[in-house]
C-alpha cells in the first residue's frame, strides 16, 4: 500500500485501486510522517477538534477501502407484487413496485459494482461514501409515500455492511 500527499491532497493506492481526497480545512494539518497519515489542530474549538475526527476517520476509511473494499448487502422485500431489478448502466430500474407500471429509477455512483440476486442486492467498492450513497438511493427510490407503512413494508432495506 502506498500513501502519498501532496499539499493538501490524500492518494492512498492498494490492491484494489487508488483514491483521492482534498484533506484541506483551515487550522487543522495533515501531515504523512513515517508512512503514518498524522491529523493535528493548534485550535480548542470544538468545531476544530471535530472536523480533525472526521479527517482522521476519512483517511481510515480509503486504507481500508483499498485494502479490503466495502460490501453493502441489500433484501428485496415484497409481499403484494414481485418486485423485478434491472440493471442498465449506471441505473437500476424497479420494475412492479406495488404494482406500478412506471419503473423507478436509483442511480449507481461511478466505481461501484452491482450484483442481483434472487431476493438479494451486493454493492461493493472501495470507496465507503460512494457504495453507502449507492445504498441510500436504492432504499430511497422504494420509499413508499400515502400508504400506511405498517402494512406496506415493500421495498429495497440494507441489512448488512462489512
Given at each position: 500500500m502506498d500513501?502519498?500527499?501532496?499539499?493538501?491532497?490524500?492518494?492512498?493506492?492498494?490492491?484494489?485501486?487508488?483514491?483521492?481526497?482534498?484533506?484541506?480545512?483551515?487550522q487543522i494539518d495533515v501531515a504523512l510522517e513515517d508512512g503514518e497519515v498524522v491529523v493535528s489542530t493548534t485550535s480548542d474549538k470544538k468545531r476544530f477538534l471535530?472536523?480533525?475526527?472526521?479527517?482522521?476517520?476519512?483517511?481510515?476509511?480509503m486504507i481500508q477501502g483499498v485494502v479490503d473494499g466495502y460490501e453493502y448487502r441489500m433484501k428485496v422485500v415484497y409481499s403484494?407484487?414481485?418486485?423485478?431489478?434491472?440493471?442498465?448502466?449506471?441505473?437500476?430500474?424497479?420494475n412492479n413496485f406495488l404494482g406500478e407500471k412506471q419503473p423507478r429509477v436509483a442511480k449507481i455512483l461511478e466505481g461501484v459494482t452491482v450484483k442481483i440476486g434472487s431476493d438479494e442486492v451486493i454493492l461493493t467498492?472501495?470507496?465507503r461514501e460512494k457504495v453507502g450513497n449507492t445504498a441510500a438511493n436504492i432504499e430511497h427510490a422504494t420509499r413508499i409515500t400515502k400508504r400506511d407503512p405498517r402494512v406496506f413494508q415493500d421495498g429495497?432495506?440494507?441489512?448488512?455492511?462489512a
Open positions: 500513501v502519498t500527499l501532496e499539499e493538501s491532497v490524500l492518494t492512498v493506492t492498494g490492491p484494489k485501486g487508488t483514491l483521492t481526497r482534498n484533506m484541506r480545512f483551515p471535530a472536523m480533525s475526527g472526521t479527517l482522521e476517520a476519512l483517511a481510515k476509511s403484494h407484487f414481485p418486485i423485478q431489478l434491472k440493471l442498465q448502466g449506471n441505473r437500476l430500474e424497479i467498492g472501495i470507496d429495497i432495506y440494507i441489512t448488512e455492511r
